[in-house]
């Protein structure tokens, strides 16, 4: 894939799962990635890997969770890698256990990273891609932001209310030529349920990859300019899990 100009993309959570697989996708399709995550050794290695398909990849330690000092480290990561045409809000935690039995440390912690986070890293994004007059927001919220799962109450808000941003924002920048769109991915077969937050048994194999949500990204970033897909849901064939 060619680009009368090159693009350049910041991924959250790059460092595994969903981010990572969309890393080595967008550095397939010759997009620059600027990587960003909590492990240094993690994120150096996915930028190896992007760098065999010839594209500039560099990494950035950020914890999301440090939601007061988000917004500076993005916008001082955006001023050495260059200007972003391309935000992708991937970090993300799970959490499991009833609302009644969530401490409200938990929901802080949670509530923080699925969607403070994000709001920081937009606003840290957001003036670049106004003053060039266009730019691609991707926020990954879940089937959770759109349906309710009994002991999973605190990620269901955060991705509810991560879906909410999303559609707010998309009609406040598209005069901006910006545009915005959620994706809701089904259950992905990710470390994310090997975390000592979530506790489910599921059956992974029949989950989504990420390779395949991570081509849904792609396509979506791929789409004119003039369009876009504001909202997609991608589920596994077999339903929710």
Same mark, same amino acid.
């Given at each position: 894939?060619?680009?009368?100009?090159?693009?350049?993309?910041?991924?959250?959570?790059?460092?595994?799962?969903?981010?990572?697989?969309?890393?080595?996708?967008?550095?397939?399709?010759?997009?620059?990635?600027?990587?960003?995550?909590?492990?240094?050794?993690?994120?150096?290695?996915?930028?190896?890997?992007?760098?065999?398909?010839?594209?500039?990849?560099?990494?950035?330690?950020?914890?999301?969770?440090?939601?007061?000092?988000?917004?500076?480290?993005?916008?001082?990561?955006?001023?050495?890698?260059?200007?972003?045409?391309?935000?992708?809000?991937?970090?993300?935690?799970?959490?499991?256990?009833?609302?009644?039995?969530?401490?409200?440390?938990?929901?802080?912690?949670?509530?923080?990273?699925?969607?403070?986070?994000?709001?920081?890293?937009?606003?840290?994004?957001?003036?670049?891609?106004?003053?060039?007059?266009?730019?691609?927001?991707?926020?990954?919220?879940?089937?959770?932001?759109?349906?309710?799962?009994?002991?999973?109450?605190?990620?269901?808000?955060?991705?509810?209310?991560?879906?909410? @941003?999303?559609?707010?924002?998309?009609?406040?920048?598209?005069?901006?030529?910006?545009?915005?769109?959620?994706?809701?991915?089904?259950?992905?077969?990710?470390?994310?349920?090997?975390?000592?937050?979530?506790?489910?048994?599921?059956?992974?194999?029949?989950?989504?990859?990420?390779?395949?949500?991570?081509?849904?990204?792609?396509?979506?970033? @791929?789409?004119?300019?003039?369009?876009?897909?504001?909202?997609?849901?991608?589920?596994?064939?077999?339903?929710?899990?």
């Amino acid at each position: 894939m060619s680009f009368e100009q090159k693009r350049r993309a910041l991924i959250t959570g790059a460092s595994s799962g969903i981010g990572k697989a969309t890393a080595l996708a967008f550095a397939k399709a010759g997009i620059d990635i600027a990587l960003v995550g909590r492990s240094q050794n993690n994120l150096e290695l996915v930028s190896k890997a992007a760098h065999e398909f010839g594209v500039e990849a560099q990494a950035f330690c950020v914890d999301l969770a440090e939601v007061a000092e988000v917004k500076a480290k993005i916008q001082a990561i955006a001023h050495e890698f260059g200007n972003i045409d391309i935000l992708i809000n991937n970090a993300g935690i799970g959490y499991t256990g009833n609302l009644s039995d969530t401490p409200l440390e938990d929901w802080q912690q949670v509530i923080n990273v699925n969607l403070t986070g994000v709001f920081q890293c937009i606003m840290g994004i957001l003036p670049g891609m106004r003053q060039q007059g266009q730019g691609t927001i991707i926020n990954i919220a879940s089937i959770a932001a759109k349906q309710a799962f009994a002991a999973w109450g605190a990620y269901c808000v955060s991705k509810a209310g991560l879906l909410s @941003l999303s559609q707010t924002l998309a009609k406040e920048e598209r005069t901006n030529g910006i545009r915005v769109m959620a994706i809701c991915p089904s259950c992905v077969n990710t470390e994310i349920w090997d975390t000592p937050t979530v506790k489910a048994n599921f059956d992974r194999s029949q989950m989504l990859t990420p390779e395949i949500v991570a081509e849904t990204i792609l396509h979506t970033v @791929l789409l004119p300019q003039q369009a876009v897909i504001e909202e997609l849901t991608i589920m596994s064939n077999v339903g929710v899990l």
